[in-house]
């Protein structure tokens, strides 16, 4: 209670805030790119070297966010908080570098489904760039805060069904003649990579979730 208060009189610095809004909006930038790898497979090797291009620059701000953790006298929220809502951000876009790799690796068809997710990714990480800029004032925003998550869980509901409706076309599909069990399980792989790229947006909502509750 002391140190919320303490917080609460003292000055503070923004870079925080200023840093999550950039990684959000280079995980916006990524997702979209990412997008695009799903619907044009032709160009699948382009945009996985934009998507690696991306990473690097949010792994500069992630990097420096961290120092900024060590060097900012009063944070706006506990240290461990923002240190795991800097990395929750960046794994946002890790996950769909790898996801990236996982298609390139595999060059399996792309089907409705997985395009749905790509579709709920770039939705949820609109949702969280526009968001960030709200972590500045946690007690005045907290409603709208609140209301932002609750998108990001709905849009994430909706990939959670289109990878479940996916996985059962492709193990429960009507054609006996269908893909050999090696490759349904290389087509899991790239559906398990997309989906865990729309769960790690959930994730960042939950990490903010627990700021928002310690806060208000």
């Not at 990480?125 to 709208?144: K, Y």
């Amino acid at each position: 209670m002391v140190l919320k208060l303490f917080r609460m009189l003292m000055p503070r610095d923004d870079v925080f805030v200023t840093a999550f809004a950039a990684q959000a909006a280079k995980a916006v930038e990524a997702a979209r790119v990412f997008r695009a790898m799903l619907a044009e497979p032709d160009q699948a090797r382009t945009h996985q070297a934009t998507l690696s291009r991306i990473e690097r620059e949010a792994d500069d701000i992630n990097r420096a966010t961290i120092r900024s953790i060590h060097r900012v006298f009063v944070t706006p929220f506990d240290r461990a908080d923002i240190l795991s809502l800097t990395n929750g951000l960046d794994d946002v876009i890790d996950l769909m570098k790898t996801a990236g790799r996982r298609m390139l690796l595999y060059k399996v068809a792309v089907t409705p489904e997985m395009l749905e997710i790509a579709d709920c990714v770039v939705e949820a990480c609109e949702q969280l760039r526009d968001g960030m800029p709200l972590m500045g004032d946690i007690t005045g925003n907290a409603r709208a805060i609140e209301a932002m998550c609750a998108k990001v869980d709905a849009i994430e509901s909706r990939a959670d069904l289109a990878f479940q409706a996916g996985l059962d076309a492709l193990f429960h599909g009507s054609d006996p003649g269908g893909p050999s069990p090696g490759h349904k399980l290389m087509v899991q792989m790239v559906y398990e990579g997309i989906e865990e790229v729309a769960d790690s947006c959930e994730n960042v909502v939950d990490l903010i979730q627990a700021v928002v509750i310690e806060q208000v």
